[in-house]
């Protein structure tokens, strides 16, 4: 038996032959890791001309899959096991992580509408989710079905290696960086020295780093839910993260009572430019509570433990290099702080 079996419920098997022939989807089952059957719904039609489809209740223009042959095709094809997934450009949005849930199934049915859509009725008795591959509009589900198969197919353990999926685009939230190989110069551009280098740890931190610059650059609304370390979110460009939080935003949560500090933590941006934009958007600021100014001593030990210079702890805290300076020897004045 297969780690996957997929059942595709079209009304054009004929467009998955040449997709399913070829590359990752094709090794996979010819492995034995991928099962794939397409399956033509005029099969569950039964009268003579194998009608499908008929008009919509209420008018108007196109035409809708019946109820019955379909619904009949579900369940031949769902068993005891079977996921059902309808492409649907109404559905949720599929992505990576869809990607991967799907792939810890052992039994998919997708379903591929086609005209104005399908009965709503089996939607809701037979469907157990709705799937888009974006916000547009496609002719058929058939398309949309070839790409999440791609995309499932490949995180099913052992049809590619596993090193390939770790820090590819999308897994750890964030994009993946460049990647290069011989000639070292091509129309005299040249491969970045780090990675001709042969030190491992130096190539790792490289590629991080410019994973995260990319993405920053491409995607940075991605930036909110990636994984990255408190360092690593001090250094995001500046450009980036102000163009990521929007000044209502900020004043609406400074208005509503919450500190700076804590706005800044919330919105991955320096204390200092939190204030400024508040300032540059008309808001007065309310003086600082206690009589000290800036971060606490053990504040600042606590993010300097993350590996942040000086100067990156002062943007981080929105004071200046000599209050950070001054802190640190408050620190070690007082001993360890726990
Ligand atoms: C022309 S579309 C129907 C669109 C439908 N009348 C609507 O406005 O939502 C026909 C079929 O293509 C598929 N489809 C269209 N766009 C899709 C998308 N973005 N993602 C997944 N499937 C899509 C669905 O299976 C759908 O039933």
Redesign the pocket.
């Known amino acids: 038996m297969s780690d996957l079996r997929i059942d595709v419920m079209t009304l054009f098997p004929k467009m998955f032959e040449s997709p399913f022939a070829e590359s990752i989807v094709a090794r996979a089952r010819a492995a034995g890791t991928l099962t794939l059957a397409v399956r033509d719904i005029r099969e569950w039609a039964t009268d003579r001309h194998h009608v499908v489809d008929d008009a919509p209740y209420g008018g108007g223009a196109?035409m809708v899959?019946k109820p019955e042959p379909l619904t009949r095709a579900i369940r031949a094809a769902r068993g005891d096991d079977g996921h059902v997934v309808?492409?649907?450009?109404?559905?949720a949005l599929?992505d990576q992580s869809a990607a991967r849930r799907l792939a810890k199934e052992r039994h998919l049915v997708i379903?591929?509408?086609?005209?104005?859509?399908?009965d709503e009725r089996v939607i809701e008795k037979d469907v157990d989710e709705e799937?888009?591959?974006?916000?547009?509009?496609?002719?058929?589900?058939?398309?949309?079905?070839m790409?999440v198969i791609d995309a499932v197919a490949r995180l099913v353990p052992g049809v590619i290696e596993a090193e390939s999926l770790e820090h590819e685009s999308h897994t750890e939230g964030l994009l993946e960086g460049p990647h290069y190989t011989r000639p070292v110069e091509h129309e005299g551009k040249r491969v970045p020295a780090v990675l001709l280098s042969g030190d491992h740890a130096a190539i790792t931190r490289w590629r991080r780093a410019e994973a995260i610059r990319r993405t920053a650059e491409r995607r940075p609304e991605l930036l909110d839910g990636a994984a990255l370390t408190p360092a690593e979110r001090a250094r995001l460009p500046r450009a980036q993260t102000r163009a990521r939080v929007a000044d209502a935003d900020l004043v609406a949560a400074y208005t509503s009572g919450v500190g700076s500090y804590r706005i800044a933590a919330r919105f991955g941006i320096s204390p200092a430019t939190v204030r400024a934009r508040l300032r540059a958007a008309g808001v007065r600021l309310r003086p600082p509570r206690g009589g000290q100014r800036g971060p606490t001593a053990n504040e600042v030990v606590r993010m300097r433990a993350t590996g942040l210079t000086v100067r990156e702890l002062a943007r981080h805290f929105g004071v200046s290099h000599v209050t950070i300076l001054d802190r640190l020897k408050k620190a070690k004045k007082s001993g360890p702080s726990r």
């Open positions: 196109g899959l309808l492409m649907s450009a109404q559905g599929f379903v591929c509408g086609h005209y104005e859509g399908i799937l888009s591959i974006g916000d547009f509009v496609l002719t058929g589900g058939e398309l949309a079905a790409v």
